[in-house]
């Protein structure tokens, strides 16, 4: 049998145009100063991981930068790379200055806040990283891991992903259009969209897409910057993604996801 399908109907696909109706009710104007101004005085913090085990994570100012490469460089040579080598290990060295470069605290106040190697609307930082590995040294295979940048953690979330449970979470890799079940890093981007709407209101949400656009662009200039290849995906089933993450379990939801890895 042969799908038909006809994305014409109605002059939409699927969504009537939906987006366009948040899109409008998010809007910030200048007359609804006095509901949408920000709440400062909400907060929502990080999630409790007091329990799990955690691996501890090197200072972005004491890992040693090799060589002096132009930010123009990297910015003109960014591709996006489909191409994984299965023969590639990652090392805990290089790991740790991929993760900590492209997502790492960067900064700390003398109020005890600290701040990242990309900007956060409000410094809410809504988006959390879940890494899961292949191939790394000092890391388990397929286990979930997820950051604590204010820490310089990578916490052990006891549960393995599985790779059957990544195969089938993109539909690229479950029907083998790509190669890149062989990457190194599996990245997932997921957001609790409280830690910014309690202060932004409908505008927290497209400020949590925002975030994971500027994490993503790092992920891609520092791959490119490390020599590595790297992928990012918008389509990715959300739902199984979620619940192999244990995302679920703290009310987040995921928003974008990477591939990092040896080039072919
Ligand atoms: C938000 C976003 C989502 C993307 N989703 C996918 C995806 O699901 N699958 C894929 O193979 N590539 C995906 N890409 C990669 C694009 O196809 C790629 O960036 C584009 O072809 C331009 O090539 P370049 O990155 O080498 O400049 C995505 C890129 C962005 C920015």
Redesign the pocket.
Known sequence: MQWRIDRRVAGSYMTDKIYLAYHRASMMDEKLVSVQSPNSEQYVGPVDLSGYEYIDLPDIHDIADDACVDIFDVLKNR??V?LFSKDYTMSFEDFCKFVQFSMGKSFENNHDWTYRTYPSGGSRYPVDIYVVPQRVEGLKEFEVYRLDQPNNRLYDMGRTAGKEEIKNA?C?TKYDY?EYMDSNLFIFMVSSFEKSTCKYGLLGYRLTFLEAGHI?ENLSLVAERMGLAS?????FYERNINSFLGADKFNETTL?YYLVGGKR
Do not use: E, F, Q
Not at 231 to 235: E, S
């Open positions: 591709r996006t489909r993109t690229a790509h993503g992928v990012p995906l918008g389509g974008y």
